[in-house]
């Protein structure tokens, strides 16, 4: 089962509680409060080399990002995840201290930081800052998870950047490569399983949820990237050759 949902992760978090649903284990890339940290006036100086004309990050590409709430969305894990789960949070690494200590409160064990070493990084802010080259998310959980790692990797995710073949749907601006999400999920989750992802842009997380054969709820509140994670969705089941789909779950 993929159950693709358009609106705002808080909202449909709660009709989830409020159902009854559990999920096995959450992976969420929610927005970094990078616009504010860097400043409204500061930010098309984003530029990827000396010649670049067009910045990778603008006011418009980054609406999503200004004035996130990172706490609230945090208090409703609990409800919603197993007594035995798992729980992944990609963010900037200012925000984790904060994040950290809420899981902290909720009951939720904070296990480690990793991170997704990227082995072909391009400049952010070119001759001003270093090429930043790792992108930090949190691993916590409740009660007795799953944790196959020794059949991946051993915890290390080195993998390049997002591939063009990726989004030929189109493009979203924190967009994480596809082999990453799926080697998360098939560490921290079985066959089967059920996988929360509040903030799932254009589709990453169910793309791979077909892929190895796990449930997915997805919650994007951007009708444009909801339209794009449909596409990539209907394109993985095309692949995968069989349908994953339920009557009214694409609406």
Same mark, same amino acid.
């Given at each position: 089962?993929?159950?693709?949902?358009?609106?705002? &992760?808080?909202?449909?978090?709660?009709? %989830?509680?409020?159902?009854?649903?559990?999920?096995? &284990?959450?992976?969420?890339?929610?927005?970094?409060?990078?616009?504010?940290?860097?400043?409204?006036?500061?930010?098309?100086?984003?530029?990827?080399?000396?010649?670049? $004309?067009?910045?990778?990050?603008?006011?418009?590409?980054?609406?999503?990002? $200004?004035?996130?709430?990172?706490?609230?969305?945090?208090?409703?894990?609990?409800?919603?995840?197993?007594?035995?789960?798992?729980?992944?949070?990609?963010?900037?690494?200012?925000?984790?201290?904060?994040?950290?200590?809420?899981?902290? $409160? #909720?009951?939720?064990?904070?296990? &480690?930081? #990793?991170?997704?070493?990227?082995? #072909? @990084?391009?400049?952010?802010?070119?001759?001003?800052?270093?090429?930043?080259?790792?992108?930090?998310?949190?691993?916590?959980?409740?009660?007795?998870?799953?944790?196959?790692?020794?059949?991946? #990797?051993?915890?290390?995710?080195?993998?390049?950047? !997002?591939?063009?073949?990726?989004?030929?749907?189109?493009?979203? @601006?924190?967009?994480?490569?596809?082999? %990453?999400?799926?080697?998360?999920?098939?560490?921290?989750?079985?066959?089967?399983?059920?996988? %929360?992802?509040?903030?799932?842009?254009?589709? !990453? !997380?169910?793309?791979?949820?077909?892929?190895?054969?796990?449930?997915?709820?997805?919650?994007?509140?951007?009708?444009?990237?909801?339209?794009?994670?449909?596409?990539?969705?209907?394109?993985?089941?095309?692949?995968?050759?069989?349908?994953?789909?339920?009557?009214?779950?694409?609406?």
């Amino acid at each position: 089962m993929i159950k693709l949902i358009n609106g705002d &992760c808080l909202e449909e978090m709660d009709k %989830l509680i409020a159902q009854g649903v559990k999920v096995d &284990c959450i992976l969420a890339d929610p927005p970094y409060n990078l616009v504010g940290k860097i400043g409204e006036d500061r930010i098309h100086m984003f530029r990827q080399s000396r010649n670049s $004309k067009e910045t990778c990050m603008t006011k418009e590409k980054m609406s999503f990002d $200004k004035k996130f709430d990172q706490i609230s969305w945090l208090k409703r894990i609990p409800k919603i995840l197993n007594k035995s789960g798992n729980v992944i949070i990609f963010n900037d690494w200012e925000n984790m201290g904060d994040i950290s200590r809420e899981l902290k $409160k #909720n009951k939720i064990k904070v296990k &480690c930081l #990793n991170h997704w070493q990227k082995n #072909n @990084p391009v400049p952010a802010e070119w001759q001003r800052r270093f090429v930043p080259g790792r992108e930090y998310f949190l691993h916590a959980s409740r009660g007795k998870y799953v944790f196959n790692v020794e059949e991946l #990797n051993k915890g290390i995710f080195n993998y390049p950047l !997002t591939k063009k073949s990726e989004k030929i749907f189109g493009k979203h @601006p924190n967009q994480k490569p596809l082999v %990453l999400i799926r080697d998360l999920i098939l560490i921290l989750t079985n066959k089967g399983d059920i996988i %929360l992802d509040p903030f799932s842009g254009s589709g !990453t !997380t169910p793309v791979a949820c077909i892929n190895t054969g796990r449930n997915c709820i997805a919650i994007e509140k951007d009708e444009k990237y909801y339209n794009i994670e449909i596409e990539r969705c209907k394109q993985a089941e095309k692949d995968k050759k069989y349908n994953l789909f339920q009557e009214g779950d694409l609406k």
